[in-house]
């Protein structure tokens, strides 16, 4: 059953704004608590309000204001005066962990840029933005999707195209590598770049080699994903010319380049996988 676009409230709902602008604090109060390694400090033992102070090289009054709003958004929990990380902060916000992702938080915020939508929709200027890299994609989670057994991953040559950029501009041996993959990155170009992308990665790739593609998607409508739209304001802000592209897009741009069997894994991040076959066995 074809999945449809949510409908517009009928009625009006200010609530709705509400939820909007209660988002921006709460993304403020998390950039804080990041930047100033709150989470990393409770972790290593420092969890009372002057502990925690003194970590930071913080106001104290201004570290209990930010303490409080962490545990009112769920982030924290306090027992009598120490402070204990919630189980998601615990996993994902403490640096050290291999599963951190404290930067790749703060990379999504670039306040400065969001700030300055309007002016980038008028007058197509990309944004200035202090933060402008995105962090490669963990490629051990994709080896099921993709269908590659946990045993064979030693035995394959991955190159994993981190910046826009690079498959440009790297000098690649042919048929060098068994698996390329593409990340968010690829939104941050336009479609003669990633097409030129793909056919460099081709001719990189050994026979029967696969590139995969694990980046917000556009469906077909263009209404849908939530995560594809968000992506697309980010490649408006910092890039002149990417975009958020559809599975058939996806499709045309991978053909050109002389891909074949592109399959459309229908994951929930985006998740495109083609295989390279010499024209000789072609049928």
Request: charged share 25%; hydrophobic share 45%.
């Given at each position: 059953?074809?999945?449809?676009t949510?409908?517009v409230?009928?009625?009006p ?6 939820d ?15 930047e100033?390694?709150?989470?990393t ?5 420092q969890?009372?309000?002057?502990a ?14 930010l ?5 009112a958004?769920?982030?924290?929990s ?8 919630s189980?998601t ?22 306040w400065?840029a969001?700030?300055?939508?309007s ?11 202090t ?15 993709i ?10 040559r991955?190159?994993?195209a ?25 939104n ?30 556009a469906?077909d ?9 968000m ?23 991978l053909?050109?380049a002389?891909?074949v ?19 000789s066995?072609?049928?």
């Amino acid at each position: 059953m074809p999945r449809r676009t949510p409908r517009v409230d009928d009625a009006p709902n200010r609530q709705i704004l509400d939820d909007i602008a209660s988002g921006l604090r709460r993304a403020a109060i998390l950039q804080a608590a990041i930047e100033l390694d709150i989470f990393t400090r409770i972790a290593e033992g420092q969890d009372t309000l002057p502990a925690i102070t003194r970590a930071c090289a913080s106001t104290e009054r201004g570290m209990r204001l930010l303490l409080d709003a962490l545990v009112a958004i769920g982030l924290l929990s306090k027992e009598l005066t120490e402070y204990r990380l919630s189980p998601t902060v615990e996993t994902f916000l403490v640096k050290g962990k291999r599963t951190y992702i404290g930067e790749e938080v703060l990379n999504h915020f670039a306040w400065d840029a969001h700030g300055h939508l309007s002016k980038t929709i008028r007058t197509g200027k990309i944004a200035a933005s202090t933060r402008t890299q995105f962090a490669a994609e963990d490629a051990s989670a994709l080896w099921k999707k993709i269908g590659i057994a946990p045993r064979k991953t030693k035995q394959l040559r991955v190159l994993d195209a981190l910046r826009a950029g690079d498959l440009l501009n790297l000098k690649l041996k042919p048929r060098s590598f068994d698996l390329i993959l593409f990340g968010n990155s690829i939104n941050f170009v336009s479609p003669e770049q990633v097409i030129g992308m793909f056919r460099k990665a081709y001719e990189a790739l050994a026979q029967n080699g696969r590139v995969v593609i694990h980046a917000p998607m556009a469906d077909d409508e263009r209404g849908e994903s939530a995560k594809a739209a968000m992506t697309g304001i980010d490649a408006l802000l910092f890039s002149p010319d990417g975009d958020v592209y559809t599975f058939i897009e996806y499709r045309g741009m991978l053909e050109a380049a002389g891909f074949v069997d592109v399959v459309n894994l229908d994951d929930d991040l985006g998740l495109v996988v083609a295989r390279r076959v010499d024209s000789s066995q072609k049928k």
